[in-house]
């Protein structure tokens, strides 16, 4: 009796072993018109792994697809062309399918995705919808080669989506270019140049590379969300910022940035590190608001600069600036390290200013309503100014090479310890006006009391 159990368990198993495989042997390709005249006909007689090939012609249609299927166009686009006629021209509802080699115009939606993963988008042509292609809740697809254009609402809409795959598309004139909701997905190789935003998205551990996103009349990428990362990107010539952040622990590196309204913007944004990035003729180079203990290294900043507002914690590092300044705003707990460019100090505390290389500016470093500063180390020439306090108290200024017309100007700025600073060849080494500060004169390398054009000098010298 269990041998007879055992021989029937082995003979449905074969069975179904058989049955699978005659399946897969069975996919057939079909034709449309040859063998059914609308696409909707084949893919309703298609089976499961079927493919069918739609011969050139334009076919007024809203297929819904709820099977795995490839469904292509026998010679590309440009010869094929499937008008949804105000309604959805290609609805997924299946796990799988690959739409290929159509212009796919005339809908709500171009494709609107809404089966769950591993879906193929390539080649086609989706233009003249409200939306191209619309993701809902589906994950791990594939979208490439595409040319997404003149859309009314987006090129390309993701809903709560994961995972998926955004490449090598030109994505033009959209009203925007993509919006993304959700989390790991990547976007590289992108052309996106839009009538709105190129890039807007929310989510966690996106990667957004090697795009070119320009002439966008919106910012090049908006976004919100943490441990993104957005490198290797040329953005350009878009009407409001380049990069524009909300959230924490992002890495934006190796951007190309360069004729925009701003280059980065961070609000609110803790902990992001913003590294390598050339920086260029923006009307500022990276501005931070409400943005505590973020990194910013390596840049290069040509014809703008930074500001930072009501912040703390933040280090600068190692920064290039030629032209306009490096600005600070109402900051304070932060470090300068490094840098080449001008410092401005505006109703500062706690700022470090160190190793920075300045030069050829109205003024090297200047603080205004500034205190508990300290900037030592510091290579400054060939400016109006060397170092600039104005209403500025209690700050350390040491251990500077200074070479300018004034080295050192005073208003209205007390209790500073200025010392061990190296004086070069400077017009007047330093000038005060009703201020009282402390000075020593002891070392080599200071100044030299004799060689002061000073105004109303007060204070002490160590001695």
């Avoid at 893919?43 to 090939?53: F, L, N, P």
């Avoid at 790991?184 to 992108?190: D, L, Q």
């Avoid at 205004?368 to 030592?376: A, E, F, K, R």
């Amino acid at each position: 009796m269990r041998r007879k159990a055992v021989k029937f368990v082995f003979l449905a198993f074969a069975f179904l072993v058989l049955t699978a495989f005659a399946s897969v042997s069975a996919a057939k390709t079909i034709y449309v018109p040859d063998d059914y005249a609308r696409i909707q006909w084949a893919v309703d007689s298609a089976s499961i792994g079927d493919t069918i090939i739609v011969r050139d012609g334009t076919y007024y249609e809203n297929v819904v697809v709820n099977k795995k299927l490839t469904i292509k166009s026998e010679n590309g686009s440009a010869y094929c062309i499937v008008d949804g006629s105000s309604s959805t021209v290609f609805t997924l509802g299946a796990d799988g399918i690959r739409i290929e080699g159509f212009s796919i115009t005339g809908g709500g939606y171009g494709i609107y995705i809404r089966s769950n993963n591993n879906n193929i988008i390539s080649n086609n042509t989706i233009s003249s919808n409200n939306y191209g292609i619309y993701l809902m809740d589906s994950n791990n697809n594939s979208i490439s080669n595409n040319l997404i254009s003149s859309n009314n609402d987006y090129g390309i809409y993701l809903y709560e989506s994961n995972k998926n795959s955004i490449f090598n598309n030109i994505i033009s004139n959209n009203g925007h270019g993509i919006d993304l909701e959700g989390n790991n997905n990547s976007i590289s190789n992108n052309i996106i140049s839009n009538n709105g935003c190129g890039i807007m998205f929310g989510g966690n551990n996106n990667s957004i590379s090697n795009n070119i996103i320009s002439n966008n009349n919106g910012g090049g990428i908006y976004f919100y969300g943490n441990n993104n990362s957005i490198s290797n990107n040329l953005i350009s010539s878009n009407t409001y910022e380049g990069i524009e952040l909300w959230g924490n622990n992002n890495s934006i590196s190796n951007n190309n940035i360069s004729n925009n309204r701003g280059g980065i913007y961070l609000d609110n944004s803790n902990n992001n590190s913003i590294s390598k990035n050339n920086i260029s003729s923006n009307d500022y180079g990276i501005l931070l608001s409400d943005s505590n203990n973020n990194s910013i290294s390596n840049n290069e900043f040509m014809n703008d600069g930074l500001s930072v507002a009501d912040s703390y914690g933040n280090i600068v590092e190692n920064n290039k600036v030629n032209g306009k300044p490096l600005v600070y705003l109402e900051d304070e707990s932060d470090k300068f390290i490094d840098n080449a460019g001008q410092v401005i100090l505006v109703k500062c505390k706690n700022i470090t200013v160190m190793n920075a290389e300045i030069k050829n500016t109205d003024i090297g470093i200047e603080l205004w309503q500034s205190d508990n500063c300290l900037i030592s180390k510091n290579n400054i020439s060939n400016n109006d100014d060397g170092i600039s306090l104005i209403h500025s108290n209690n700050n350390s200024i040491s251990n500077n090479n200074i070479s300018n017309g004034y080295g050192i100007y005073l208003y209205e700025s007390n209790n500073n310890i200025i010392y061990l600073n190296n004086f070069i060849n400077s017009i007047c080494n330093a000038y005060s006006y009703d201020s009282t500060n402390i000075w020593n004169s002891t070392s080599e390398n200071n100044i030299h009391i004799q060689r002061f054009r000073i105004h109303e000098l007060h204070g002490q010298l160590l001695g």
